[in-house]
């Protein structure tokens, strides 16, 4: 699988937009790219994913670039709720690597008041 | 509501002893996964399953068991084998395995050894 780097922690005032960068250079064509976010104590929440094209929902909004080496995880009007450590993954499509869900270290998002 | 729901929130055991966490979701998911997480690391993956009575070993199966006899329920057995046990546990689902096919998380058992 490819592996994804992202800073280890960010700042960001609330009300303001959030964008967490995300690098994955090693990505293949059929691997899809994810973001999860953990609070402390409790499960990672499934926030958004994509393949080639942008991406939004009702939380967040993906940009992936056209080279697909790197994305950007936009949440629009950042609330100190936010505030959590928010992972970017790529995962194939089909196979073993499929199953699991590969965690790094993430980037710790901290919302200023 | 549909969800994921886990029990236990936090699980002691005594040496020797084997412990079973509960998973269920109402989400009418084929697929259920095992997750083990340890202080400030990502998550492993223990145990998945792609449809009932059926499940695969991931990448730390070792000292730990399974059943998959309702599409609903995914329970996993912590036995006395597993050296290390002390870990937050996960459970997840998703509609199928397919990559394309996102998987969601309870919150989590945290098993801790007396």
């Known amino acids: 699988d490819a592996k994804t780097t992202q800073p280890t922690s960010m700042d960001c005032a609330e009300g303001r937009a959030a964008n967490l960068p995300c690098n994955h250079s090693t990505i293949s064509g059929n691997e899809y790219v994810y973001w999860y976010r953990q609070i402390h104590s409790q499960g990672p929440q499934y926030i958004i994913h994509?393949?080639?094209n942008n991406e939004t929902n009702e939380m967040a909004s993906l940009i992936i670039t056209e080279d697909r080496k790197s994305s950007t995880l936009i949440l629009p009007h950042a609330t100190l709720r936010d505030t959590a450590v928010y992972y970017c993954i790529v995962r194939p499509y089909s196979g073993g690597g499929a199953d699991g869900l590969t965690f790094g270290k993430g980037t710790h998002l901290i919302i200023q008041p | 509501d549909g969800g994921i729901t886990q029990s236990p929130k936090y699980l002691f055991r005594k040496e020797g002893q084997n412990v079973t966490l509960s998973c269920e979701q109402n989400?009418?998911?084929?697929?259920m996964y095992w997750y083990r997480q340890d202080p400030g690391q990502g998550l492993r993956l223990i145990y998945y399953s792609q449809i009932v009575n059926d499940f695969q070993k991931g990448d730390i199966a070792e000292g730990y068991s399974v059943s998959r006899e309702k599409k609903e329920s995914f329970p996993l057995t912590v036995t006395s084998a597993q050296k290390n046990p002390t870990a937050f546990y996960l459970c997840?689902?998703?509609?199928?395995?397919?990559?394309?096919?996102?998987?969601?998380f309870g919150d989590g058992t945290r098993l801790s050894i007396l």
């Open positions: 989400l009418n998911h084929d697929a």
């Open positions: 997840a689902s998703s509609i199928s395995r397919d990559g394309n096919q996102p998987q969601h």
């Open positions: 994509g393949l080639k």
